[in-house]
Structure formats: C-alpha cells, structure tokens
C-alpha cells in the first residue's frame, strides 16, 4: 500500500472537544497509528523552556523542533510521550506548556519544521491524526476529516476534572479564560487558523460520551469503505 492509499482519519477541534481520547480509543480499536500532533507543538515548547530558548525567537525554536529526540509509547491505560528519554507524558499536559504550545503553533517556521514529521505518520494499515489542522493543511487528501467542538464552559469542566484527577489544583473559572483566549488565539492566527476543513463532518460531543463519539467516528469510516466492520 502506497503512502497515498493508506487512509487517514483526521480530528481537528480546540482543546477540551474530546480529540485526544477519541482518537487514541478510535486507532486502538482499529489497529491504526496515531499522530497527535497537540503533542509535537507542547514538545517543542516544553523543550523551550528547558532548554532556555525564548518563545519569541522563531528561528531557533524551528531548530529545537527539527530535531526534538521523541518517543510515542502506546499502552493500554494510555499513551506515554518520551523527550531526550525522559518520560514527559503528564509535564506536557499542564496549562502553562498549553499556552506555550499555542505561542510555538503560530509561528510559520515552526510549523513548516514539523510538518513532514507528521506527514510521515501515514502508515498502513491507517492514521488517526489528532490535532487543529490535520484536515486543512498536514493531510488535505484525507478520506475522512472530522471537527469536534463543544462549549467553552464544557471544555473547561472536562479539564477542571481530568487535572482533580491527575491530583492537580487548578480553578475552573481561570480554566475556562484560558480555553478562551487560546481559541481567539488559535482561530484568528493567519497560519494555519483552527477551522473546519471544506470537506469535514462537525461534532458537537457537549452532551456525548466519549464512547458515543468513538462509535461515530468508526461508523462514518465504515460508510465511507474505509475499515472492515468492527
């Protein structure tokens, strides 16, 4: 199977919509690989800071994402992320790192460092890809783009929860200011703004489960004759 025929299902949405979970939950169940890309950007920023390069200095931070060292572990419980060999899967989720990573997303050379990286994800026997421009720019060709959406303030109650749970403390009012100057941010970026592709299904998952959505998404691949029945 060429590169070109390996089939790719993208998620794209704003943080909270659910992307993560559901597309780890969709490639598990059918044997995919899994780009998240969210992840290469919050590398990239996490990098940054430790390495003490500023968020403001394009060109070396397109260096830094070329040649980030990164390892995907996939496991049952979840997906562990290593950088330069240290496990860095909960250090990279952090609002801070978020914010940082949506600073890096928007400069021009940055991305340009990592797009084949991504690109080179597509692998048979298929590719979820899970981030905010998969479908509009890394793989425009793709069979099947989904956008998922939900309300700010249901994006917020998710992270408020998922942080209590990973023994974080965090206000949810601040969460929810965050969510939305990250959006105003992502979505008036001039490159690569986060909107639906041309071509994309939209999901509100504001009052869906997880599972409800996963089932979706493999349904439309089925009806597309993209997957085997599952």
Known sequence: MSEATVPVLTVDGPGGAGKGTVSRLVAA???????DSGALYRLTAL?????????????ALAELAADLDVVFLAEEEGARVLLDGDDVSRAIRTEQVGDAASRVASLPAVRQA???RQRDFRQAPGLVADGRDMGTVVFEDAPLKVFLTASASERARRRHLQLQEAGVDASLSSLLKEIQARDARDMQRSVAPLVPADDALELDTTSLSIPEVVDRLTEWLAQRGLTRDT
């Open 29 to 35: 169940r059918l044997g995919w690989h899994l780009l």
């Open 47 to 59: 990098a940054a800071q430790r390495r003490g390069v500023s968020l403001d200095d394009e060109t």
């Open 114 to 116: 990592l797009l084949q």
